[in-house]
């Protein structure tokens, strides 16, 4: 049997007590370099500011200090001009970045870095300060998307459309209530990013592997010098928490859901069978076979990337569950989930926000699909301002639509005769009622459909997105 090839002198972190090498395939299977070096820069800052906490402490002299502020500037310049070489054994980024420090400066310095502290606080740090960073872009998406969407409400707001219960036709609305009943979903998703934010920021770096620091290290100067907003208090909960990536991931997930919806529904309005909504060209795609399609492949890829979305957070979750207090390797699972919801929330805002930013909308299409049959509770409404108990104007509108039906007519083809033969009750003006612009604007109540209530909602949007 082939025995695993010898790697030349690794240097590994923790390599004092093992005398035995590792197995090349064990080597691949632990490392995480190839994809936790996206955090370069983040742990070259965070060492920066331990080294400059440990001068107070007295493990470096300033002198050291400045030597290794010197060498981590120009470990960081490798990796940001893309000349930075990994090296067997470089098992992670903070094995990598001390390696080459050392190469650098040499070890005698570079060696004091780590005192006190672990890969384990060190990785905490670098995932928070990552994750603050990406959900200050995503928080911009999202807000570019509610723009776009407040954009078009106010410009169609005189488009008028069916509204849609179990997908049946139901009552008018204007396309601007539509489209604000998914700004007030992202809306609810902005408040909630801000405050899986404010989770996020907070400082593991100063708890060692699990018991803390022994040097009297100042916490509170890291947290200053690195934009954290405070301390996880406890080191075990420091080193041993992901519950900060479960939330971006369920946060992402419920942003993912609604994006999913809302994608669905446009979906449906810009079928031929609808044709309320056209995309531009530049969010579709075509058919290989059939010359006249255009498909809605942006907002499929929305509604489809939604489920993988779901899927890390799951798959996350499945991970940590059972898994003992503190340290272990299967929180290395955390970082590929957060770096693919991130990057496909990401992407997934800025699409829908240029898709519907560039859509066309056909009011004539909309109006056309509206039917008489859907003011039946305008119907109702018009006799209990006659003093009529609701319940029983209930049954009396629904007998209209049934007359209505067996006439194979609209309800405003029925004669005046004909209502007074159900109710004498009706008036002579019960055909006012089969006005879609009046539907609309008696639901003047706040949250309504009315061009008041739509403009009111239209300023409390604008509201959330404060200065920016």
Request: aromatic share 8%; charged share 25%; with cysteine.
């Given at each position: 049997?082939t025995?695993p090839?010898?790697?030349?002198?690794?240097i590994?972190?923790?390599?004092?007590?093992?005398?035995?090498?590792?197995d090349p395939?064990m080597?691949?299977?632990n490392?995480?370099?190839?994809f936790?070096?996206?955090?370069?820069?983040?742990?070259?800052?965070?060492?920066?500011?331990?080294?400059?906490?440990?001068?107070?402490?007295g493990?470096l002299?300033?002198?050291?200090?400045?030597?290794?502020?010197?060498g981590?500037?120009?470990?960081?310049?490798?990796?940001?001009?893309?000349?930075?070489q990994?090296?067997?054994?470089?098992?992670?980024?903070?094995?990598?970045n001390?390696?080459?420090l050392?190469?650098?400066?040499?070890?005698?310095?570079?060696?004091?870095?780590?005192?006190?502290?672990?890969?384990n606080?060190?990785?905490?740090?670098?995932?928070?300060?990552?994750l603050?960073?990406?959900?200050?872009?995503i928080e911009?998406?999202?807000?570019?998307?509610?723009?776009?969407?407040?954009?078009?409400?106010?410009?169609?707001?005189?488009?008028?459309?069916p509204?849609?219960?179990?997908?049946?036709?139901?009552?008018?609305?204007?396309?601007?209530?539509?489209?604000?009943?998914?700004?007030?979903?992202f809306q609810?998703?902005?408040e909630?990013?801000?405050f899986t934010?404010?989770?996020?920021?907070?400082?593991?770096?100063?708890?060692?592997a699990?018991?803390?620091?022994?040097?009297?290290i100042?916490?509170?100067?890291?947290?200053?010098?690195?934009g954290?907003?405070?301390?996880?208090?406890?080191?075990?909960s420091?080193?041993?928490d992901?519950?900060?990536?479960?939330?971006v991931?369920?946060?992402?997930?419920?942003?993912?859901?609604?994006?999913?919806?809302?994608?669905?529904?446009l979906?449906?309005?810009?079928?031929?069978?609808f044709g309320?909504?056209?995309l531009?060209?530049?969010?579709?795609t075509g058919?290989?076979?059939?010359?006249?399609?255009?498909?809605?492949?942006s907002?499929e890829?929305?509604?489809?990337?939604?489920?993988?979305?779901?899927?890390?957070?799951?798959?996350?979750?499945m991970s940590?569950?059972?898994?003992p207090?503190?340290?272990?390797?299967?929180l290395?699972?955390?970082?590929?989930p957060?770096?693919d919801?991130v990057?496909?929330l990401?992407?997934?805002?800025?699409?829908?926000?240029?898709?519907?930013?560039?859509?066309?909308?056909?009011p004539?299409?909309?109006?056309?699909?509206?039917?008489?049959?859907?003011?039946a509770?305008?119907?109702?409404?018009?006799l209990?301002?006659k003093?009529?108990p609701?319940?029983e104007?209930?049954?009396?509108?629904?007998?209209m639509?049934?007359l209505?039906?067996?006439?194979?007519?609209g309800?405003n083809?029925?004669?005046?005769?004909?209502?007074q033969?159900?109710?004498?009750r009706?008036?002579?003006?019960?055909?006012?009622v089969?006005?879609?612009e009046?539907s609309?604007?008696?639901k003047?109540a706040?949250?309504?459909?009315s061009?008041?209530?739509?403009?009111e909602q239209?300023e409390?949007?604008?509201?959330t997105?404060?200065?920016?």
């Open positions: 049997m025995q090839a010898k790697m030349e002198n690794p590994r972190l923790w390599g004092g007590r093992f005398t035995g090498e590792m395939l080597n691949q299977y490392e995480s370099l190839s936790d070096r996206v955090f370069y820069a983040q742990d070259i800052k965070g060492s920066i500011a331990y080294a400059r906490a440990n001068v107070k402490t493990i002299t300033p002198e050291e200090f400045e030597k290794l502020e010197e981590l500037m120009k470990v960081f310049k490798e990796w940001e001009d893309g000349k930075f990994p090296a067997p054994g470089d098992e992670d980024i903070h094995t990598a001390e390696r080459r050392g190469e650098i400066i040499g070890t005698n310095v570079a060696g004091k870095l780590h005192t006190g502290r672990s890969r606080d060190q990785i905490a740090t670098d995932m928070r300060m990552w603050r960073d990406e959900l200050n872009l911009g998406h999202l807000i570019d998307l509610l723009k776009v969407i407040a954009q078009r409400a106010e410009q169609d707001i005189d488009y008028i459309m509204s849609y219960t179990h997908l049946q036709r139901a009552q008018p609305v204007r396309w601007s209530h539509w489209l604000l009943s998914y700004a007030t979903a609810s998703d902005l909630r990013l801000r934010k404010r989770n996020v920021n907070k400082l593991p770096l100063g708890c060692g699990v018991a803390g620091n022994a040097f009297g100042d916490r509170m100067q890291l947290a200053k010098e690195l954290f907003e405070g301390l996880i208090m406890n080191s075990m420091a080193v041993g992901r519950d900060f990536v479960v939330e991931l369920q946060c992402a997930s419920t942003i993912g859901s609604h994006l999913s919806r809302w994608s669905e529904d979906i449906i309005y810009s079928s031929l069978e309320y909504v056209r531009a060209d530049a969010y579709t058919s290989s076979l059939m010359p006249q399609k255009k498909n809605s492949d907002l890829l929305l509604r489809g990337k939604s489920g993988r979305i779901f899927g890390a957070m799951a798959g996350l979750m940590i569950k059972g898994i207090s503190t340290y272990n390797k299967d290395q699972e955390s970082l590929q957060m770096f919801t990057k496909t990401k992407d997934g805002l800025q699409i829908a926000a240029r898709a519907l930013a560039t859509a066309t909308v056909y004539d299409k909309m109006r056309a699909a509206l039917s008489p049959d859907m003011l509770t305008d119907l109702a409404e018009y209990v301002r003093g009529i609701f319940r104007t209930h049954h009396l509108a629904g007998k639509v049934a209505a039906e067996d006439e194979n007519k309800m083809e029925l004669t005046i005769e004909q209502f033969g159900i109710d004498k009706f008036g002579d003006d019960v055909l006012s089969f006005d879609y009046r609309v604007e008696l003047d706040t949250g309504g459909t061009r008041r209530a739509i403009l239209l409390a949007l604008k509201n997105f404060g200065g920016r």
